[in-house]
T-cell receptor
């Protein structure tokens, strides 16, 4: 079975540009998470969805960040405008939300804003 | 107090050594516990779940102490390939996992 699929794997963009990160969760998983990881702050939960509905976006750093999940098989995380401090690895993850609660990560999108 | 706390390390051990990591959590209502492993420039991956009775998977043993609110991971006979960051994960009733910052392990020849 396919795991969580993210794109792009790597992106280098100039400050001020719009960045869109994409994620396809594991089929049948009801929960989708967006995380950001940096050396300084570790793994931070930005937002999560349950059945395509955003439940908690308190981790989204500021209004420049937005996330959508138009259907069960696709989500986007958008940064507009991007800033150098947004440089990080962005992970998408999904889980079934059942008793095991195992969360599966995509390979991440490595973002560099110059 | 942070929700999930880990000693960042690094733990630098020779091959064959036994090494143990602890992780403390603040929410006494936490229900599920896991250890994840993250290799350099890779995504975190589930290493093992942690059960109340403790559980073992080969060279790895995980234990839970609810009274003191900590979980532990013991690695016996360390291999070079065990070098990684080990993330403690705690989940409450909402199924939303909280990750620790991770403990770095370096196994040297």
């Amino acid at each position: 079975d396919a795991g969580v699929i993210q794109s792009p794997r790597h992106e280098v963009t100039e400050m001020g540009q719009e960045v869109t990160l994409r994620c396809k969760p594991i089929s049948g998983h009801d929960y989708l998470f967006w995380y950001r990881q940096t050396m300084m702050r570790g793994l931070e939960l930005l937002i999560y969805f349950n059945n395509n509905v955003p439940i908690d976006d308190s981790g989204m750093p500021e209004d420049r960040f937005s996330a959508k999940m138009p259907n069960a098989s696709f989500s986007t995380l958008k940064i507009q405008p991007s800033e150098p401090r947004d440089s990080a690895v962005y992970f998408c993850a999904s889980s079934s939300g059942t008793g095991s609660n195992t969360i599966y990560f995509g390979e991440g999108s490595w973002l560099t804003v110059v | 107090r942070k929700e999930v706390e880990q000693d960042p390390g690094p733990f630098n051990v020779p091959e064959g050594a036994t090494v143990a990591f602890n992780c403390t959590y603040s929410n006494s209502a936490s229900q599920s516990f896991f250890w994840y492993r993250q290799d350099c420039r890779k995504e975190p991956k589930l290493l093992m779940s942690v059960y109340s009775s403790g559980n073992e998977d080969g060279r790895f043993t995980a234990q839970l102490n609810r009274a003191s609110q900590y979980i532990s991971l013991l690695i016996r006979d360390s291999k070079l390939s065990d070098s990684a960051t080990y993330l403690c994960v705690v989940t409450g009733g909402s199924y939303i996992p909280t990750f620790g910052r991770g403990t770095s392990l370096i196994v040297h020849p």
